[in-house]
């Protein structure tokens, strides 16, 4: 028994002591970072995320998604407003074309979600190494002790600990030398 009590005051003296040599790297600032908001806010990522925009096939397929959104909008209001004239057999058939329609705009949706997450993720790939020296400086710079991504579970983050924007003007900079 004397032993376990021997045991657990140097567990205890350790722990101290270390928890006493850790405070002063403790000590740097907390921050909090939305590393895909910084890297897709540069001035690059702006550039070619317009540029995608600008493909004329992704172009007509925004421009057709945006017109059969507005169709199935105009098919849904006619249908609740003729609804009380028409035939049970009529409903149905305007419920498959507007189902039909809805498909349709879902089709569009994910070709146009695909095409944009896949420019997305072409962007950061590309911008991992400037990024990851970006957040390495601004550590130093800064004096960040802990550094939280933005998108993880904090319940609640002051702006003045967000450094995102100061990550994306590291890297606009980068981009431009």
Same mark, same amino acid.
């Given at each position: 028994?004397?032993?376990?009590?021997?045991? *657990?005051?140097? $567990?205890? *003296?350790?722990?101290?002591?270390?928890?006493?040599?850790?405070?002063? @790297?403790?000590?740097?600032?907390? @921050?909090?970072?939305?590393?895909?908001?910084?890297?897709?806010?540069?001035?690059?990522?702006?550039?070619?995320?317009?540029? $995608?925009?600008?493909?004329? #096939?992704?172009?007509?397929?925004?421009?057709?998604?945006?017109?059969?959104?507005?169709?199935?909008?105009?098919?849904?209001?006619?249908?609740?407003? #003729? !609804?009380?004239?028409? !035939?049970?057999?009529?409903?149905?058939?305007?419920?498959?074309?507007?189902?039909?329609?809805? &498909?349709?705009?879902?089709?569009?949706?994910?070709?146009?979600?695909?095409?944009?997450?896949?420019?997305?993720?072409?962007?950061?790939? #590309?911008?991992?190494?400037?990024?990851?020296? @970006?957040?390495?400086?601004?550590?130093?710079?800064? &004096?960040?002790?802990?550094?939280?991504?933005?998108?993880? @579970?904090? *319940?609640?983050? #002051? &702006?003045?600990?967000?450094?995102?924007?100061?990550?994306?003007?590291?890297? &606009?900079?980068?981009? !431009?030398?």
């Amino acid at each position: 028994m004397f032993k376990s009590y021997k045991t *657990m005051a140097l $567990l205890f *003296m350790l722990l101290v002591s270390a928890v006493a040599t850790a405070q002063p @790297a403790a000590s740097g600032k907390i @921050a909090v970072l939305d590393p895909e908001g910084a890297i897709l806010s540069t001035d690059e990522a702006q550039k070619r995320l317009k540029a $995608l925009a600008a493909q004329p #096939d992704f172009d007509k397929d925004k421009k057709d998604f945006e017109r059969l959104a507005k169709e199935g909008q105009d098919m849904q209001k006619q249908l609740q407003k #003729d !609804s009380a004239v028409l !035939s049970p057999e009529q409903k149905d058939a305007q419920r498959k074309k507007l189902e039909e329609k809805a &498909n349709d705009i879902e089709y569009l949706r994910r070709k146009l979600g695909g095409r944009q997450q896949e420019a997305m993720q072409g962007i950061v790939e #590309d911008m991992q190494t400037k990024y990851t020296k @970006a957040v390495s400086d601004l550590i130093k710079s800064e &004096n960040i002790g802990l550094l939280i991504n933005k998108r993880a @579970a904090v *319940m609640h983050a #002051d &702006n003045s600990y967000d450094i995102t924007n100061k990550v994306t003007d590291a890297l &606009n900079k980068a981009n !431009s030398q």
